[in-house]
């Protein structure tokens, strides 16, 4: 009967996690952490959306001076395509201001002054205009969208089109 009514206590030996190594590993990590995130600054270039609306009859009766336009650039790889839009022009006169220009790889500066001026005289003849329709060809690279909306927006000190609006290709059906 000795091995019976007996009962055998084991004992476990105290064990003891060293967590210093732990804590030294999150001391270091936690503030890495903390200054790796003020690294991301994001910008945004502000734009909108075209919204497609009924003309006004009242704007039909008003002064060439207080007509208001909508300049339209259709952006590809090889040229700009410039037109103008407008319910209160006839189509004889929106078809005298259409222009094609060319577009070169390299120069940036030289593209850029040529959109300007040609938008230029779009603004001196309708000054009261501020939209400009921007369509970038699938082939164009982000620097010449900035580049053409840069152009767009100013020449010098001359403000022309401040409202810049992207949008995709629209065909009319």
């Given at each position: 009967m000795?091995?019976?009514?007996?009962?055998?206590?084991?004992?476990?030996?105290?064990?003891?996690?060293?967590?210093?190594?732990?804590?030294?590993?999150?001391?270091?990590?936690?503030?890495?952490?903390?200054?790796?995130?003020?690294?991301?600054?994001?910008?945004?270039?502000?734009?909108?959306v075209?919204?497609?609306?009924?003309?006004?009859?009242?704007?039909?009766?008003?002064?060439?001076?207080?007509?208001?336009?909508?300049?339209?650039?259709?952006?590809?790889?090889?040229?700009?395509?410039?037109?103008?839009?407008?319910?209160?022009?006839?189509?004889?006169?929106?078809?005298?201001?259409?222009?094609?220009?060319?577009?070169?790889?390299?120069?940036?500066d030289?593209?850029?002054?040529?959109i300007?001026?040609?938008?230029?005289?779009?603004?001196?003849?309708?000054?009261?205009?501020?939209?400009?329709?921007?369509?970038?060809?699938?082939?164009?690279?982000?620097?010449?969208?900035?580049?053409?909306?840069?152009?767009?927006?100013?020449?010098?000190?001359?403000?022309?089109?401040?409202?810049?609006?992207?949008?995709?290709?629209?065909?009319?059906?």
């Amino acid at each position: 009967m000795s091995g019976l009514g007996e009962r055998r206590q084991f004992s476990d030996p105290e064990i003891e996690i060293n967590m210093v190594p732990i804590m030294n590993m999150f001391l270091v990590l936690i503030p890495f952490l903390l200054m790796s995130s003020s690294f991301l600054h994001l910008k945004a270039i502000d734009t909108s959306v075209p919204v497609r609306a009924v003309p006004d009859a009242s704007l039909e009766q008003e002064k060439k001076s207080d007509i208001v336009v909508t300049a339209v650039i259709k952006l590809n790889y090889t040229g700009v395509d410039l037109s103008i839009t407008s319910a209160e022009l006839s189509e004889a006169q929106l078809s005298a201001l259409d222009m094609k220009i060319e577009w070169s790889k390299d120069a940036s500066d030289k593209n850029k002054q040529k959109i300007a001026v040609a938008l230029k005289q779009i603004k001196d003849q309708y000054p009261k205009s501020t939209t400009l329709i921007l369509s970038p060809g699938d082939d164009v690279l982000y620097e010449d969208i900035v580049t053409v909306m840069d152009a767009a927006r100013k020449i010098e000190e001359e403000v022309l089109f401040p409202v810049v609006v992207i949008s995709g290709e629209v065909s009319a059906s």
